[in-house]
């Protein structure tokens, strides 16, 4: 069974840092694309980060420069640290894990992040 259990949410005032924890289990970490994405109230899920297996890393471009997603295959875990925070960035962070081929993709069940202002 796969879970994917993110940790490192909470309040934050702007321009403070948080960093996002993504433990994977039930996977084949090292083979799997592992991302973030994002949810604010009334929003739609919009996309974040992403590091593939191989170690390229992908950002939306309101986060370049801020965010840094890195990954450890030996503790199949996902970091997504955030600096310089918004209160724009407020939202529910997701990590997924997602290879291509087979179609397979896994959610989290998210953290929130808040940022006031």
């Known amino acids: 069974q796969v879970q994917l259990v993110e940790s490192g949410g909470g309040l934050v005032q702007a321009g403070g840092s948080l960093r996002l924890s993504c433990a994977a289990s039930?996977?084949?970490?090292?083979?799997?694309?592992m991302g973030w994405f994002r949810q604010a109230p009334g929003q739609e899920r919009e996309f974040v980060a992403r590091?593939?297996?191989?170690?390229?890393?992908f950002y939306t471009d309101s986060v370049k420069g801020r965010f840094t997603i890195s990954r450890d295959n030996a503790k199949k875990t996902v970091y997504l640290q955030m600096n310089s925070l918004k209160p724009e960035d407020t939202a529910v962070y997701y990590c997924?894990?997602?290879?291509?081929?087979?179609?397979?993709?896994?959610w989290g069940k998210g953290t929130l992040v808040t940022v006031s202002s």
């Open positions: 997924n894990a997602h290879r291509a081929a087979g179609g397979m993709d896994y």
């Open positions: 590091t593939r297996s191989g170690g390229s890393t």
């Open positions: 039930g996977l084949p970490f090292s083979s799997y694309a």
